[in-house]
């Protein structure tokens, strides 16, 4: 059965921390993503990547950074976290462009106080 | 650049009424569409897709027909059940990434 895990369901951080979020798939999917949603705004992709070591961004990247060392694992990093940042995180990853469904982790709810 | 618009919710039903949830969309080409439902406290899960014009996706009693002429893929369902509570998203395939709208979310009364 496919499967899209994250590192963390629930996390609360201080403002100016740094925070890591993982994701693992183990589909062998070449492509990864990471989304926000928030009420009202939908899903906002913030990045992408298409390959180890790829990455592209997303409609909103201000204030986040990426790594994907390994093809199952993809990172999101907050630099430094801001209370704008509090929201829900989904980590999503597909085989290959066209026709592809995307496969979603449970996300992880962020709260920076 | 291309865009998703659905309705804005919440839609609220009873138990085995008929439910529409709109979905318009404005791309380049012919993009494959989908429908994806969130369930409470979970990631998002594919309901059903459609990858050409007049496609019909359907699962789980849902169903969605890729009309080109209004650029539309509405959901419907015949009878709704409680377990049906969700918020539902409409997407599609852009140029380099997936679209997605804003989501309507459902709440079924018994």
């Known amino acids: 059965d496919v499967k899209v895990t994250q590192s963390s369901r629930y996390l609360v951080k201080r403002t100016g921390e740094k925070v890591f979020l993982e994701c693992v798939q183990d589909?062998?999917?070449?492509?990864m993503f990471w989304y926000r949603q928030d009420p009202g705004l939908g899903l906002r992709l913030i990045y992408f990547s298409y390959d180890v070591k790829m990455k592209e961004k997303g409609d909103i990247p201000e204030g986040y950074s990426v790594s994907r060392e390994k093809k199952e694992r993809f990172s999101l990093i907050l630099e430094s976290a801001s209370t704008n940042q509090t929201s829900m995180y989904l980590c999503a990853s597909s085989s290959e462009w066209g026709e592809e469904t995307q496969y979603f982790g449970p996300g992880t709810r962020l709260l920076v106080l | 650049g291309d865009s998703v618009t659905q309705m804005e919710g919440p839609v609220t039903l009873s138990e085995e009424a008929f439910l529409t949830i709109n979905c318009t969309y404005t791309?380049?080409?012919?993009?494959?569409l989908f429908w994806y439902v969130q369930y409470p406290g979970e990631g998002l899960q594919l309901l059903l897709k459609a990858t050409k014009a007049d496609d019909k996706g359907s699962n789980k009693g849902f169903e969605a027909t890729y009309r080109k002429e209004t650029t539309s893929f509405h959901l419907e369902k015949g009878s709704v059940q409680v377990s049906d509570s969700a918020v539902y998203f409409c997407a599609l395939i852009g140029t380099y990434k997936y679209i997605f709208g804003t989501g309507t979310r459902l709440k079924v009364l018994a």
């Open positions: 589909m062998d999917h070449e492509n």
């Open positions: 791309a380049t080409g012919y993009p494959s």
